[in-house]
């Protein structure tokens, strides 16, 4: 387990022959350890984050970080970061998203329930919604134009999953393969 979060951002500096290419890092969260990860940037090209951390023995939780739209970005700028949730169990296989109002949705697998997790930051905070309660793994996350996630992810025994919000319900579908044999 990572002990922080590592950003690497790239800075083209081009010029008459060639670009240098200069590697930054910065240190997100050096508090705890960290867990699995996922990062997306958002429509002013500012990094998102999301990770799993345990903060105390068998205590876990989800934090979103993330660069105020004011801030420019660099070592010392502050990230604004919180919990989403906490869990005694780790919070597993992060996928991230960001909609058109720059808000973001995050799919996830809660191990301490056994279940298919979802969330989204709304005006008043943080949403969870519990998509399948099954033991499942590798999820990733998209959104629709009218912000409605889309989750493929695996489940034990039975295999690769696609659930959809349609806006009251989660849809969820099994993905059948047919073998295919070139001729």
């Known amino acids: 387990i990572m002990k922080r979060i590592i950003l690497f951002l790239c800075l083209l500096i081009p010029t008459r022959v060639q670009a240098l290419v200069m590697w930054e890092k910065i240190d997100v969260d050096t508090s705890t350890a960290i867990g699995h990860s996922a990062m997306v940037l958002d429509g002013y090209y500012r990094p998102q984050i999301v990770y799993e951390a345990r903060y105390q023995a068998n205590q876990y939780c989800l934090k979103f970080s993330s660069i105020p739209v004011n801030r420019p970005v660099g070592p ?13 169990a780790p919070l597993l296989y992060t996928a991230l998203q960001i909609d058109n109002a720059g808000n973001p949705h995050i799919s996830y697998y809660d191990s301490s329930i056994q279940a298919l997790k979802y969330a989204r930051w709304t005006a008043g905070g ?3 919604q519990t998509v399948e ?19 493929g992810y695996y489940a034990t025994g039975v295999g690769l999953q696609y659930a959809v919000w349609d806006g009251t319900r989660w849809n969820i579908s099994t993905l059948e393969f047919v073998s295919f044999r070139p001729e």
């Open 126 to 128: 943080w949403v969870t």
């Open 133 to 151: 309660p099954a033991v499942c793994g590798y999820t990733s996350l998209a959104l629709s134009t009218t912000n409605y996630p889309h989750i």
């Open 76 to 88: 010392a700028v502050e990230w604004y970061s919180h919990i989403i949730t906490t869990s005694p």
